[in-house]
């Protein structure tokens, strides 16, 4: 279980721009799902982006003019006898806000109209819509989302991030015709969360280390690496020439039950295992490893230390059915711990 509140404390470090104050008072508010959460921080965040102006882009259009503008299409021109009327056909790019991210905004917005978020919210949804009166739709289910952010659009990147997670948790109902919200914060997306909010938790809040998320190297004898998979870590802390590599799960089940035995989830155990050995490579024991769960409703969860071939491999849980200030204890222990 996670509290709702507490979701927005981990979009708030995954999105650092959730700290600015047009968004403080979400922290305060109290809400019924996950979706009236992302609808209002979209809200807030799309009205702080009309002030500061919408993104624009150029557009490639082909229009049918009168005098000559960018390059002329010949084949069209003479294809559709335009110039019977004493036109041609002309393309041209044209910097508009009907942008490739202003359009899933509003595709975005104009599915909350048809969800079940409340009136009030729907009401100033369509409030922000006029501002995209020159902004086209997109189809929901051919959305590209993998996005390319710079200087110039990089206050877009939580904008879009929220709209996927609305967009992909809106379930269409076959009775209405309306979208009802559920539970979409399903276990894949929670995932990649609950990841990203521990690794900028301790960027933020931990100065003193190193905080990355590094790929480790194979420990090769004879440096032939070919058709490896790449081992990336989701959390690496160091500090003082020692290393804790977090991999952090969220699964509706911590452990994996054949015959009333629960036991830790092989895979994780191995995959922890590799990253830390491989890392290790001059074997001095200085690097250790964690596979951080979230914690679920079951009676029993991991909590274990092992010792493995001269290194430290733990297994701990993260209660996020508490008040955020207990969740910070329990991060903050584990750097205790480490140091």
Same mark, same amino acid.
């Given at each position: ?12 470090? *995954? ?11 979400? *922290? ?19 009205? @702080?982006?009309?002030? &500061? ?7 490639? &259009?082909? =229009?049918?003019? @009168? ?9 069209? @021109? ?44 729907? *009401? ?62 399903? =276990? ?19 100065? =003193? ?28 802390? =160091? ?101």
């Amino acid at each position: 279980m996670i509290r709702i509140q507490n979701i927005y404390y981990m979009l708030s470090y *995954a999105f650092q721009i959730l700290n600015e104050q047009g968004y403080k008072r979400v *922290a305060t508010e109290e809400f019924e799902n996950v979706g009236e959460l992302c609808s209002e921080i979209l809200i807030k965040g799309i009205s @702080s982006q009309i002030k &500061r102006g919408l993104g624009k882009e150029y557009i490639s &259009r082909e =229009e049918t003019l @009168s005098s000559i503008k960018g390059k002329i299409n010949l084949s069209s @021109s003479i294809k559709e006898q335009t110039t019977i009327k004493k036109q041609l056909v002309c393309s041209f790019d044209e910097f508009s806000v009907n942008s490739y991210m202003n359009r899933i905004i509003r595709t975005t917005m104009e599915m909350l109209l048809h969800s079940d978020v409340s009136k009030d919210r729907k *009401a100033r949804i369509r409030g922000l819509l006029v501002y995209f009166s020159n902004v086209g739709r997109l189809d929901i289910h051919n959305i590209d989302w993998k996005i390319q952010y710079n200087r110039n659009n990089q206050t877009y990147q939580m904008l879009i991030a929220i709209c996927y997670l609305i967009i992909k948790g809106l379930l269409q109902t076959t009775s209405d015709g309306n979208t009802k919200l559920m539970d979409f914060l399903d =276990e894949q997306r929670m995932f990649r969360l609950y990841e990203k909010f521990i690794l900028e938790y301790y960027r933020k809040e931990h100065p =003193e280390l190193k905080v990355t998320a590094s790929q480790i190297p194979w420990d090769l004898d004879d440096g032939y690496g070919d058709m490896l998979p790449v081992m990336q870590s989701d959390i690496m802390l =160091e500090k003082d020439g020692r290393t804790l590599v977090i991999d952090a799960k969220y699964y509706s089940h911590t452990t994996q039950t054949q015959y009333d035995a629960h036991t830790l989830h092989s895979g994780n155990l191995y995959q922890i295992y590799t990253y830390v050995k491989n890392l290790d490579r001059r074997k001095t024991g200085a690097v250790s490893g964690m596979l951080l769960y979230a914690r679920t409703d079951e009676m029993i969860l991991p909590d274990n230390e092992y010792r493995m071939g001269g290194n430290r491999i733990s297994v701990r849980t993260l209660d996020l059915d508490c008040d955020f200030s207990e969740i910070r204890c329990q991060l903050d222990e584990i750097v205790r711990v480490f140091e």
